[in-house]
């Protein structure tokens, strides 16, 4: 079975700081993985995917990912934040029959 | 182009009632998901529909029926409600579902669910 692990509850950056997101994922084959962001009160908007190929993806915002096999890792980063990235965010794994979000990562931006 | 769309926005029920909730994916769109998210905590799978057959359910009791039309839309029932179904039922569309989930879902605002 899929499990997804987001170590961090809770990460405050300034604005214009860099960002990393952890997010580290056990699944027996190939994943599919996926960040997600969501905004208080919105539904979920899909960041950036890896289905296989590059390992380091590009996604909508200046987010960007990269897969790591051998630490079953797929970190979220941006170079510098801006208080609109302000949000909670979900790594998630897909496969099979059954698609999993982790426990997401509170964003804050101080000004 | 519309995006997913859910409705209602929001509904209050109490303990031991049925709700039906509705969704209806975006044009062209042949596979739709189901997940329950608990205030605070990330989004739990519970059904994907894929061609009005059920593809995929995640660990939620037989309270918990789903249904897909053939337009695609589709309808999330839970019987004898708990108050700990209270919680946000987001619906997801995705192109297809044949493939399990290596495709990009498509998340509505979501049904706001409170069980008094």
């Known amino acids: 079975a899929q499990s997804v692990t987001q170590p961090d509850i809770h990460i405050t950056v300034s604005e214009g700081a860099s960002l990393e997101l952890r997010c580290n994922y056990s699944y027996g084959a190939t994943p599919y993985l996926f960040w997600y962001v969501q905004s208080p009160g919105q539904g979920l908007q899909l960041l950036l995917k890896?289905?296989?190929?590059?390992?380091l993806v590009q996604g909508i915002k200046g987010f960007e990912a990269e897969f790591k096999r051998s630490q079953s890792s797929f970190n979220l980063r941006k170079p510098s934040v801006h208080w609109s990235d302000a949000a909670e965010y979900y790594c998630a794994v897909g496969g099979g029959q059954n698609f999993v979000f982790g426990p997401g990562t509170r964003l804050s931006v101080l000004p | 182009d519309a995006g997913v769309t859910q409705s209602p926005t929001h509904l209050i029920k109490t303990r031991g009632q049925q709700v039906t909730l509705r969704c209806s994916p975006i044009?062209?769109?042949?596979?739709v998901s189901w997940y329950q998210q608990v205030l605070g905590q990330g989004p739990q799978f519970i059904f994907q529909y894929y061609e009005k057959e059920e593809r995929g359910r995640g660990n939620f009791p037989d309270r918990f029926s789903a249904r897909q039309f053939p337009n695609y839309s589709s309808e999330l029932n839970v019987n004898a409600l708990l108050l700990g179904d209270s919680a946000l039922y987001l619906c997801?569309?995705?192109?297809?579902?044949?493939?399990?989930?290596?495709?990009?879902?498509?998340f509505g605002a979501g049904t706001r669910l409170s069980v008094l």
């Open positions: 044009s062209g769109h042949k596979s």
């Open positions: 997801a569309s995705s192109l297809e579902g044949s493939g399990g989930f290596g495709n990009i879902q498509y």
């Open positions: 890896y289905f296989s190929g590059d390992t």
